[in-house]
Structures are given as structure tokens and as C-alpha cells.
């Protein structure tokens, strides 16, 4: 079954505002990772942050890791119509590094 | 993107009927992993092989067999596919980090 799930399942939001997606997981992990998928491609991989990390920023990008809770939140700053895709939170648990989990991801819409 | 390439890319078959997929990376990456992705279901993980004729299975694994002779090639196999394993099929690579690099996707259908 799915370790992490994603909140919301889907967010329009107009373009220029920032947009938020958490994950929710299970068990401990090792890391936790951000990809994005586009309409009918790959996962591309956004971010990676491990457990001993609490916040990590790429570009416009800002992940929080609390490990506490077992959630982690994506926030994507300054939308645009190129950031309309889906996003997935993958964990990695302990001393198994050839395992990856995936949620079931947030879809994003970015309206004009 | 890393190198990573799926054939074919679009299938139709029939139920019953075996049915191979192909993953080739040129990265020498170490890991491979097929995943499946439905609605609702988001990625789940069919097998995955952490070297050359290494394999070990994911969730999802009945009705599916792999096979990895090469360190480029990793291939799916449904022995006799059935309606319920028509998906997108999605396979990724990765090396030491923990980066997976994903391929286009295939999408198959069983009637």
C-alpha cells in the first residue's frame, strides 16, 4: 500500500499565487522526495530532503519535513501555467535505499 | 533527462496473449524499477532489480515476471495479460543517489 498521501487530491489556483500540497506518510523514513508529472510523461524529480532536514528550498520551490508529524508540505511560489501538473511525495525508509514509495499525488491547475 | 527509453510505447493485445515490454538506460544505472499507474491508484511498484539478474517484487507483482540480463535492459513480461493490467506502464532508473530518472511511459491496452 501507498506510505505517503497527498493532500489535496486536486487545487486550481490563479496564476501568480503561491500553491500548497502536503503529504502525509506512515512509517520513518530515510528521505522524502518531490516529483512532478506532466499530462502523459514521466515523473520528473523536483526536491529531495532527508529526515534530519526541515526545510529545503530549489528555485521557487520551499519543502518543510516534519518528522514528528510524518508530513511534509510543497509550496510553489509565484505560479505558473507551466507548474499545471501533478505532484507526488516518494518516501524512502530506512536501510532499504532501493525502495521508493509513492503517494497518489495532488493534481494542480493553474488558471490564467 | 537521463537515458532512459520504453518499447513500445503504445500496445493493444488481447486477453490471453503474452506480451513484453522493454526499459534501456544508457546511465549504468544500477536500479530499475516498473511501476504501473492507474486513477486512483497513483504509481505502484511491479518489480524492480537493484543489479543484473538481481530482482525482487513490489506490490503489485502477480501476473507479471521480469527479467534483467544486461545492466541497460529490464523487461516486463505478462505471461497472459488480462483486461485488469491494462495501464501505463512507467519504468525508472537510478544509481547511488536516490534520484529515480523515469521513462515516457507505455501505454497498454488488453481487450
Known amino acids: 500500500s501507498q506510505q505517503g498521501e497527498e493532500d489535496p487530491q486536486a487545487l486550481s489556483i490563479q496564476e501568480g499565487e503561491n500553491a500548497t500540497m502536503n503529504c502525509s506518510y506512515k512509517?520513518?523514513?530515510?528521505?522524502l522526495q518531490w516529483y512532478r508529472q506532466n499530462s502523459g510523461r514521466g515523473l520528473v524529480h523536483l526536491i529531495l530532503?532527508?529526515?534530519?532536514?526541515r526545510e529545503k528550498h530549489s528555485g521557487r520551490l520551499r519543502v518543510t519535513l516534519d518528522t514528528s508529524k510524518k508530513s511534509s508540505s510543497l509550496l510553489i511560489t509565484a505560479s505558473r501555467a507551466a507548474d499545471t501538473a501533478s505532484y507526488f511525495c516518494a518516501t524512502v525508509p530506512p536501510n532499504r535505499d532501493d525502495k521508493i514509495i509513492f503517494g497518489k499525488g495532488t493534481r494542480l491547475h493553474i488558471l490564467p | 533527462d537521463a537515458g532512459i527509453t520504453q518499447s513500445p510505447r503504445h500496445k493493444v493485445t488481447e486477453t490471453g496473449t503474452p506480451v513484453t515490454l522493454r526499459c534501456h538506460q544508457t546511465?549504468?544505472?544500477?536500479?530499475m524499477y516498473w511501476y504501473r499507474q492507474d486513477p486512483g491508484h497513483g504509481l505502484r511498484l511491479i518489480h524492480y532489480s537493484y543489479g543484473v539478474k538481481d530482482t525482487d517484487k513490489g506490490e503489485v507483482s502477480d501476473g507479471y515476471s521480469v527479467s534483467r540480463s544486461k545492466t541497460e535492459d529490464f523487461l516486463l513480461t505478462l505471461e497472459s495479460a488480462t483486461s485488469s493490467q491494462t495501464s501505463v506502464y512507467f519504468c525508472?532508473?537510478?544509481?547511488?543517489?536516490?534520484?529515480?530518472?523515469f521513462g515516457p511511459g507505455t501505454r497498454l491496452t488488453v481487450l
Open positions: 525508472a532508473s537510478r544509481w547511488g543517489g536516490n534520484e529515480q530518472f
Open positions: 530532503i532527508r529526515s534530519n532536514e
Open positions: 512509517t520513518s523514513i530515510n528521505n
Open positions: 546511465e549504468n544505472h544500477r536500479y
